[in-house]
């Protein structure tokens, strides 16, 4: 089998962050005369036992914070998010592939000054990893399921809607401990419920929605521990497909990862 260059590796994601940039973004979209920009970090732990070569349990829990966010009067939201991720991985190599399937429950809640709405998810997250030398390609999809929310109605609560996310990423050893990450993920509304409004503490509308960019370093540590500190460029945009919010976000997770067998 032949492998693919480093140069066509690294050609492949930079037309897909060049198609998805704020200048093309915008060129395909209207912009709202004044959208909102954010500051906010990101703070996760990541946990993954190995059962066996081919299965594993992670668990992810995180805290997101808005510490700035532009406009006249505008407030920030302070600690705005919850979330609880948990559930078992499939993972196999075929030659220079990798394929993984995970099956996650996602816990979701959005702390405010009088309530506590929350949300409970399932994700199906297939994804597919190419490698050749010190460089990797890979594709990553999550089928995001909200089947609860407890922002609407009773009667309105247990519904079904799913957000499609395509992470498209390429990634270069720099050294055997630090490695050197660039991606792009554009989300995509696929299940939209008819009669329930969009809320995004509940059920989203169909059609593109979000785009995050990504850059930052994965970074191995003694004992099974990592630290990925990541910069993400998130561009937000409404059912007209106007941009409604860009985010400027620091995102920072702590992992670690042990045999269990």
Known sequence: MSHASPALLVSALAAALVASSPGSVAAATSTSPDPAHTGRLWLYASGTAQLSPSWSLTLIPGLRYELARSGEGATTKGHYLDEVF?????????????????????????????????????????????????????????????????????????????????????????????TALLGDEPWFGIVEQ??????????????FRLNRI?????????????????????????????????????FVTLGYAFKAY
Do not use: C
């Open 214 to 250: 990504y850059a930052g370093v994965d970074w191995k540590l003694d004992g099974g521990l990592s630290l990925s500190p990541q910069y993400v460029f998130e561009t937000a945009f409404d059912a007209d497909a106007k941009v409604t919010e860009m985010g400027h976000y620091l």
């Open 86 to 178: 948990f559930g078992p991985n499939w993972s196999t190599r075929i030659g220079p592939l990798g394929v993984k399937v995970s099956l996650w429950y996602y816990f979701l809640g959005f702390p405010r000054s009088d309530t506590y709405p929350l949300s409970h998810n399932l994700e199906l997250i297939p994804s597919v990893e190419y490698r050749t030398g010190a460089f990797s390609l890979s594709y990553r999809a999550i089928f995001h399921n909200t089947l609860y929310a407890s922002v609407y109605s009773t009667d309105q609560r247990w519904r079904l809607g799913t957000v499609m996310r395509n992470l498209l990423m390429a990634k270069y050893a720099i050294t055997e401990s630090v």
């Open 194 to 207: 008819q009669g329930v409004a969009y809320n995004g503490a509940g059920y989203w509308q169909s059609g």
